[in-house]
């Protein structure tokens, strides 16, 4: 009988590649005092964890590990908490499935 492993989700995005463009991210948040409903719901739901919540209370971004998937803007860019945009030609994620 053959043993079965089961692959962690971790461990198939740690196999992807990222070419960050520093100079213009794709995904900014719209500056707040205070996050709004869909702001805080991005912490949440963003399969690649790319928004927290900083030490001032305010819902930021780390776009590098970011997955293109377009929850994000589903759920915030039609209500400009969030602004998105595909990467430049070059960047972006690289999908490596091994």
């Known amino acids: 009988m053959k043993a079965t492993t089961i692959e962690r989700i971790e461990d198939k995005l ?3 590649r990222y070419l960050v463009d520093t100079r ?10 205070s996050p709004s409903p869909s ?6 739901i963003c399969p690649a964890k790319c928004y927290e919540v900083n030490e001032i209370g305010q819902v930021a971004i780390v776009s590098d590990g970011c997955l293109e998937c377009g ?3 589903v759920l915030a ?3 400009g908490d ?3 945009n595909y990467p430049r030609g070059g960047f972006g994620v ?3 499935f091994g």
């Open 82 to 84: 969030i602004k998105w």
């Open 71 to 73: 929850t994000c803007r």
């Open 14 to 16: 740690y196999q992807n």
């Open 94 to 96: 690289l999908f490596k």
């Open 77 to 79: 860019e039609a209500s």
């Open 39 to 44: 702001l805080l719901a991005l912490t949440q």
């Open 24 to 33: 213009r991210p794709h995904i900014t948040v719209r500056p707040h005092r």
